[in-house]
């Protein structure tokens, strides 16, 4: 089988940009998997849970993310992106990942709450999809794509204190957040005004 030129500059265009060649993972050695190929750290949600909360109340993580909340990005990205990271760390599975979204959700509304930061549930919650999808033929493709976004917008809407064990609420609770920690969103938000507000 003759492999066309076209194929070649293909295959050098990604290894220029340090991309992975289709089919390479199949190549891996098996005695070096990924951390998602071998069993995951935690499979005791409750103990996940745990884990979760304790990475979220880390000084500089509950700023970053503080900082995030306060610009707009959803609860449910910064969820999302928080158990993705730890998927591919090899700490859960993705039955686990899912289970886990819920109570995460949860725990960093209760952070932005103690902090006095308005949230939204999803970044795409202040878009108007009417003004977005033009004509027709646009508003059928999304039709047929956004099934899975509506899923994860549903979702979000049911986020429940229930999803949480006692234990771990009390811990929600209980925790306090570092003046410093306010003083910075505080700071970054003053920062980003624009030079219209400033001027006023």
Same mark, same amino acid.
């Given at each position: ?36 190929? %071998? ?31 306060? $610009? ?18 090899? $700490? ?21 709450? $103690? ?75 003053? %920062? ?9």
């Amino acid at each position: 089988m003759a492999v066309s030129e076209k194929a070649i500059n293909f295959m050098q265009g990604n290894m220029e940009r340090g991309k992975a060649i289709p089919g390479q993972s199949l190549t891996n050695s098996p005695e070096t998997p990924y951390r998602w190929e %071998q069993p995951a750290e935690f499979t005791n949600p409750k103990e996940a849970m745990l884990y979760v909360f304790e990475n979220l109340t880390v000084p500089e993580t509950t700023s970053n993310i503080l900082l995030s909340l306060s $610009k707009g990005i959803g609860v449910l990205d910064i969820a999302s992106i928080t158990l993705y990271t730890g998927f591919t760390e090899g $700490k859960w599975n993705p039955d686990l990942m899912m289970l886990l979204m819920e109570p995460t959700m949860y725990m960093i509304m209760a952070l932005a709450e $103690k902090a006095e930061i308005k949230y939204v549930m999803d970044s795409g919650d202040d878009e108007n999809e009417e003004e977005i999808l033009g004509d027709r033929a646009v508003e059928e493709i999304e039709k047929s794509i956004g099934s899975l976004d509506n899923m994860r917008k549903q979702a979000a809407q049911r986020v429940s204190p229930q999803s949480v064990p006692q234990e771990v609420r009390e811990i929600i609770e209980e925790t306090e957040i570092a003046p410093s920690i306010l003083q910075r969103v505080e700071q970054e938000q003053e %920062q980003n005004q624009s030079l219209l507000a400033r001027e006023e």
